[in-house]
Protein backbone atom coordinates (compact mmCIF):
# COMPACT_ATOMS: atom_id res chain seq x y z
CA UNK A 1 0.00 0.00 0.00
CA UNK A 2 1.34 3.50 -1.04
CA UNK A 3 1.31 5.84 1.97
CA UNK A 4 0.02 9.50 1.07
CA UNK A 5 2.26 12.07 1.21
CA UNK A 6 2.12 14.25 4.79
CA UNK A 7 1.05 18.19 3.64
CA UNK A 8 2.66 18.96 6.96
CA UNK A 9 5.62 17.36 6.07
CA UNK A 10 6.26 18.75 2.95
CA UNK A 11 5.77 22.32 5.05
CA UNK A 12 8.02 21.68 6.88
CA UNK A 13 10.55 20.53 4.65
CA UNK A 14 9.36 23.79 3.11
CA UNK A 15 10.39 26.34 6.20
CA UNK A 16 13.82 24.24 6.80
CA UNK A 17 14.29 25.21 3.07
CA UNK A 18 13.30 28.72 3.64
CA UNK A 19 15.36 29.44 6.76
CA UNK A 20 18.39 27.76 4.83
CA UNK A 21 18.42 30.39 2.46
CA UNK A 22 18.05 33.02 4.77
CA UNK A 23 21.76 32.38 5.74
CA UNK A 24 20.56 30.34 9.10
CA UNK A 25 21.44 26.82 10.39
CA UNK A 26 20.51 24.16 12.12
CA UNK A 27 22.03 23.28 15.64
CA UNK A 28 22.06 21.06 18.64
CA UNK A 29 23.34 21.55 21.90
CA UNK A 30 23.88 19.90 24.61
CA UNK A 31 24.22 22.26 27.65
CA UNK A 32 24.95 19.58 30.16
CA UNK A 33 22.28 18.97 33.18
CA UNK A 34 19.99 17.11 30.87
CA UNK A 35 19.18 20.13 28.93
CA UNK A 36 19.73 19.48 25.03
CA UNK A 37 18.80 22.76 23.33
CA UNK A 38 17.64 23.00 19.48
CA UNK A 39 18.59 26.35 17.62
CA UNK A 40 18.69 28.28 14.17
CA UNK A 41 21.84 30.49 14.32
CA UNK A 42 23.55 32.38 11.75
CA UNK A 43 25.66 30.79 9.04
CA UNK A 44 28.48 33.70 9.72
CA UNK A 45 27.95 35.74 12.52
CA UNK A 46 28.75 39.14 11.43
CA UNK A 47 30.31 41.22 14.18
CA UNK A 48 28.99 44.84 12.73
CA UNK A 49 25.42 43.23 13.39
CA UNK A 50 23.06 43.22 16.18
CA UNK A 51 21.78 40.10 17.42
CA UNK A 52 17.93 39.14 16.87
CA UNK A 53 16.12 36.41 19.65
CA UNK A 54 12.87 35.43 18.13
CA UNK A 55 11.12 32.87 20.89
CA UNK A 56 8.25 30.82 19.66
CA UNK A 57 5.10 30.60 21.40
CA UNK A 58 3.16 27.07 21.87
CA UNK A 59 2.16 25.19 18.33
CA UNK A 60 4.11 24.09 15.85
CA UNK A 61 7.95 24.50 15.78
CA UNK A 62 9.77 27.52 15.57
CA UNK A 63 9.93 27.72 11.74
CA UNK A 64 6.15 27.74 10.94
CA UNK A 65 5.58 30.20 13.49
CA UNK A 66 8.51 32.45 12.14
CA UNK A 67 9.38 31.99 8.78
CA UNK A 68 7.83 34.74 7.64
CA UNK A 69 10.43 36.80 9.18
CA UNK A 70 13.52 35.19 8.51
CA UNK A 71 14.51 36.42 5.32
CA UNK A 72 13.87 40.07 5.78
CA UNK A 73 15.24 40.21 9.25
CA UNK A 74 18.70 38.08 8.25
CA UNK A 75 20.05 41.72 6.49
CA UNK A 76 19.93 43.71 9.56
CA UNK A 77 20.82 41.09 12.43
CA UNK A 78 22.54 38.14 13.40
CA UNK A 79 18.99 36.25 13.82
CA UNK A 80 18.87 33.21 16.18
CA UNK A 81 15.23 31.23 16.30
CA UNK A 82 15.31 28.39 19.28
CA UNK A 83 13.30 25.53 19.83
CA UNK A 84 11.73 25.92 23.47
CA UNK A 85 12.25 23.16 26.30
CA UNK A 86 9.76 20.24 24.77
CA UNK A 87 9.37 21.52 21.60
CA UNK A 88 11.23 20.92 18.06
CA UNK A 89 14.74 19.44 18.92
CA UNK A 90 15.00 20.99 21.98
CA UNK A 91 14.04 19.11 25.53
CA UNK A 92 15.08 18.32 29.42
CA UNK A 93 15.33 15.67 31.82
CA UNK A 94 14.86 18.30 34.51
CA UNK A 95 11.39 18.63 35.98
CA UNK A 96 11.20 22.29 35.92
CA UNK A 97 8.08 23.84 33.38
CA UNK A 98 8.09 27.74 34.40
CA UNK A 99 8.91 30.26 32.02
CA UNK A 100 11.95 31.34 34.12
CA UNK A 101 13.68 28.11 33.33
CA UNK A 102 12.69 28.41 29.98
CA UNK A 103 14.53 31.95 29.85
CA UNK A 104 17.49 30.46 31.51
CA UNK A 105 17.75 27.44 28.88
CA UNK A 106 17.52 30.42 26.03
CA UNK A 107 19.86 32.34 28.06
CA UNK A 108 22.70 29.61 28.06
CA UNK A 109 21.78 28.56 24.61
CA UNK A 110 22.62 32.56 23.60
CA UNK A 111 26.25 32.06 25.40
CA UNK A 112 26.94 28.74 24.10
CA UNK A 113 27.02 30.82 21.19
CA UNK A 114 28.59 33.65 22.31
CA UNK A 115 26.25 36.56 22.05
CA UNK A 116 26.35 38.79 24.94
CA UNK A 117 23.73 41.22 23.95
CA UNK A 118 20.40 40.67 22.11
CA UNK A 119 17.10 41.98 21.23
CA UNK A 120 14.41 39.53 21.78
CA UNK A 121 11.20 39.08 20.10
CA UNK A 122 8.48 37.34 22.24
CA UNK A 123 5.32 35.71 20.61
CA UNK A 124 2.78 34.21 22.95
CA UNK A 125 4.28 31.92 24.98
CA UNK A 126 7.50 32.88 23.98
CA UNK A 127 6.63 36.46 25.24
CA UNK A 128 6.47 34.58 28.73
CA UNK A 129 10.00 33.76 28.16
CA UNK A 130 11.14 36.68 26.18
CA UNK A 131 9.99 39.04 29.19
CA UNK A 132 11.54 36.68 31.61
CA UNK A 133 15.13 36.68 30.49
CA UNK A 134 14.86 40.91 30.50
CA UNK A 135 14.09 40.72 33.86
CA UNK A 136 17.04 37.96 34.76
CA UNK A 137 19.54 39.15 32.38
CA UNK A 138 19.34 42.94 31.98
CA UNK A 139 22.68 43.34 30.69
CA UNK A 140 22.00 40.41 28.08
CA UNK A 141 18.50 41.83 26.83
CA UNK A 142 18.50 45.36 25.04
CA UNK A 143 15.46 45.49 23.26
CA UNK A 144 12.10 43.39 23.64
CA UNK A 145 9.05 42.57 22.03
CA UNK A 146 6.02 41.21 23.82
CA UNK A 147 3.49 40.13 20.71
CA UNK A 148 0.15 38.91 22.07
CA UNK A 149 1.73 37.42 25.07
CA UNK A 150 -0.67 38.05 28.19
CA UNK A 151 2.53 38.25 30.54
CA UNK A 152 0.28 40.63 33.28
CA UNK A 153 -2.76 37.87 33.62
CA UNK A 154 -3.64 36.99 36.73
CA UNK A 155 -4.96 33.46 37.92
CA UNK A 156 -8.03 34.58 39.29
CA UNK A 157 -8.67 36.30 35.54
CA UNK A 158 -9.85 32.96 34.69
CA UNK A 159 -12.48 32.67 37.70
CA UNK A 160 -13.38 36.06 36.71
CA UNK A 161 -14.52 34.95 33.21
CA UNK A 162 -11.85 37.13 31.28
CA UNK A 163 -11.03 34.30 28.65
CA UNK A 164 -13.14 32.78 26.38
CA UNK A 165 -12.02 29.10 27.82
CA UNK A 166 -13.42 28.49 31.62
CA UNK A 167 -10.41 26.50 33.00
CA UNK A 168 -6.83 25.42 32.36
CA UNK A 169 -7.58 22.14 30.87
CA UNK A 170 -9.91 23.33 28.48
CA UNK A 171 -7.52 26.08 27.45
CA UNK A 172 -4.68 23.25 27.11
CA UNK A 173 -7.23 21.06 25.18
CA UNK A 174 -7.67 24.01 22.37
CA UNK A 175 -3.60 24.82 22.44
CA UNK A 176 -2.70 21.14 21.82
CA UNK A 177 -5.40 19.82 19.92
CA UNK A 178 -5.74 15.73 19.93
CA UNK A 179 -8.40 16.12 17.41
CA UNK A 180 -9.76 17.80 14.23
CA UNK A 181 -12.38 19.56 15.70
CA UNK A 182 -10.03 20.88 18.74
CA UNK A 183 -8.02 22.49 16.34
CA UNK A 184 -10.96 24.04 14.55
CA UNK A 185 -11.83 25.21 17.83
CA UNK A 186 -8.33 26.68 18.54
CA UNK A 187 -8.31 28.11 14.82
CA UNK A 188 -11.66 30.06 15.79
CA UNK A 189 -10.16 31.33 18.63
CA UNK A 190 -6.84 32.28 17.40
CA UNK A 191 -7.77 33.80 13.85
CA UNK A 192 -10.14 36.98 13.41
CA UNK A 193 -10.61 35.46 10.04
CA UNK A 194 -10.24 31.44 10.54
CA UNK A 195 -10.03 29.18 7.21
CA UNK A 196 -13.85 27.91 6.60
CA UNK A 197 -12.99 24.52 5.11
CA UNK A 198 -10.36 22.81 7.08
CA UNK A 199 -10.16 19.17 5.80
CA UNK A 200 -10.63 16.25 8.80
CA UNK A 201 -7.68 14.61 7.02
CA UNK A 202 -5.31 18.04 6.65
CA UNK A 203 -6.02 18.23 10.47
CA UNK A 204 -4.77 14.50 11.84
CA UNK A 205 -1.97 14.78 9.50
CA UNK A 206 -0.88 17.96 11.62
CA UNK A 207 -2.07 16.82 15.07
CA UNK A 208 0.23 13.34 14.20
CA UNK A 209 3.30 15.72 12.83
CA UNK A 210 3.37 18.68 15.81
CA UNK A 211 1.02 17.78 18.56
CA UNK A 212 1.82 15.07 19.99
CA UNK A 213 5.15 14.59 21.17
CA UNK A 214 6.31 15.63 24.99
CA UNK A 215 1.90 15.76 25.30
CA UNK A 216 2.07 15.79 29.22
CA UNK A 217 5.26 17.92 29.37
CA UNK A 218 3.60 20.79 27.59
CA UNK A 219 0.53 20.25 29.83
CA UNK A 220 2.65 21.09 32.71
CA UNK A 221 4.50 24.45 30.72
CA UNK A 222 1.19 25.83 29.97
CA UNK A 223 0.13 24.57 34.04
CA UNK A 224 2.89 26.73 35.42
CA UNK A 225 2.18 29.69 33.53
CA UNK A 226 -1.20 30.34 34.84
CA UNK A 227 -0.59 28.54 38.80
CA UNK A 228 -1.01 31.53 41.01
CA UNK A 229 0.15 34.25 38.48
CA UNK A 230 -0.20 37.68 40.10
CA UNK A 231 0.36 41.16 38.67
CA UNK A 232 1.83 42.35 41.85
CA UNK A 233 5.06 39.53 41.60
CA UNK A 234 5.55 40.56 38.21
CA UNK A 235 8.74 42.62 37.68
CA UNK A 236 8.87 46.10 35.98
CA UNK A 237 11.58 45.74 33.29
CA UNK A 238 13.63 48.83 32.86
CA UNK A 239 14.35 47.94 28.79
CA UNK A 240 12.62 50.01 26.06
CA UNK A 241 9.60 47.39 25.23
CA UNK A 242 7.21 47.04 22.17
CA UNK A 243 3.47 45.25 22.85
CA UNK A 244 2.20 44.30 19.78
CA UNK A 245 -1.62 43.18 20.04
CA UNK A 246 -4.12 41.68 17.62
CA UNK A 247 -7.29 43.99 18.16
CA UNK A 248 -9.72 40.87 18.18
CA UNK A 249 -7.17 38.99 20.35
CA UNK A 250 -9.59 35.97 22.08
CA UNK A 251 -6.53 33.85 23.42
CA UNK A 252 -5.41 36.88 25.25
CA UNK A 253 -7.51 39.80 25.67
CA UNK A 254 -6.63 43.19 24.58
CA UNK A 255 -7.17 44.35 28.47
CA UNK A 256 -4.03 42.31 28.79
CA UNK A 257 -1.91 44.63 26.61
CA UNK A 258 -3.36 47.96 27.71
CA UNK A 259 -2.70 46.37 31.14
CA UNK A 260 1.30 45.44 30.69
CA UNK A 261 1.10 48.89 28.81
CA UNK A 262 0.23 50.70 32.44
CA UNK A 263 3.07 47.87 34.15
CA UNK A 264 5.58 49.15 32.34
CA UNK A 265 4.32 53.04 32.04
CA UNK A 266 6.56 55.25 29.90
CA UNK A 267 8.82 52.29 28.56
CA UNK A 268 6.74 51.12 26.44
CA UNK A 269 4.54 51.33 23.68
CA UNK A 270 1.61 49.95 22.70
CA UNK A 271 0.50 48.82 18.85
CA UNK A 272 -2.84 47.28 18.39
CA UNK A 273 -3.38 45.54 14.78
CA UNK A 274 -7.02 46.19 13.52
CA UNK A 275 -8.72 43.29 12.19
CA UNK A 276 -6.09 40.67 13.77
CA UNK A 277 -6.51 38.22 15.96
CA UNK A 278 -4.38 36.30 18.41
CA UNK A 279 -2.26 34.83 15.15
CA UNK A 280 -0.89 38.46 13.80
CA UNK A 281 2.28 36.48 13.20
CA UNK A 282 -0.20 34.68 10.49
CA UNK A 283 -2.81 36.96 9.33
CA UNK A 284 -0.92 39.96 9.38
CA UNK A 285 2.96 38.97 9.04
CA UNK A 286 3.56 42.30 7.00
CA UNK A 287 2.39 44.98 9.30
CA UNK A 288 4.00 43.56 12.28
CA UNK A 289 7.29 43.13 10.28
CA UNK A 290 7.21 46.92 9.75
CA UNK A 291 6.59 47.75 13.50
CA UNK A 292 9.40 45.30 14.48
CA UNK A 293 11.35 47.16 11.90
CA UNK A 294 10.26 50.85 12.99
CA UNK A 295 11.42 49.43 17.24
CA UNK A 296 14.30 47.05 15.98
CA UNK A 297 16.19 49.22 13.22
CA UNK A 298 15.22 52.78 14.18
CA UNK A 299 18.24 54.93 14.47
CA UNK A 300 17.05 57.37 16.79
CA UNK A 301 17.11 56.20 20.03
CA UNK A 302 15.16 59.00 21.56
CA UNK A 303 12.09 57.40 20.27
CA UNK A 304 12.10 54.61 22.79
CA UNK A 305 11.88 57.23 25.35
CA UNK A 306 9.11 59.26 26.95
CA UNK A 307 6.54 57.47 25.09
CA UNK A 308 3.67 58.61 27.66
CA UNK A 309 0.59 56.91 27.00
CA UNK A 310 1.13 56.70 23.51
CA UNK A 311 -0.69 53.71 21.82
CA UNK A 312 -0.73 53.02 17.83
CA UNK A 313 -3.64 51.26 16.17
CA UNK A 314 -2.53 50.14 12.87
Given at each position: ???CISFTALLDWCYYQSFVNANLKS????????IVMHCWIPKTHNPCKPSLLLIHGIGANAMWQWNEFVSHLSSNFNVYVPDLVFFGGSYTTRHERTESFQAQCVMRTMEAHRVRRLHVVGLSYGGFVGYSM?????AAVELLVVAAAGVCM???D????MFKVRSVDEATSVLLPQTPEKVREGMRLAFYKPMKIMPSCFLRDFIDAMCTENLQERK????AVHKDRKLSDLPKITQPTLIIWGEQDQVFPLELAHRLKRHLGDNAELVIIKE???AINV?????????????LIDPHPSNHENNGNACKID
Open positions: MVKVTTDLGDGAAQFPEEKMDEGELIQAGHEKPKVMFRHLKSF
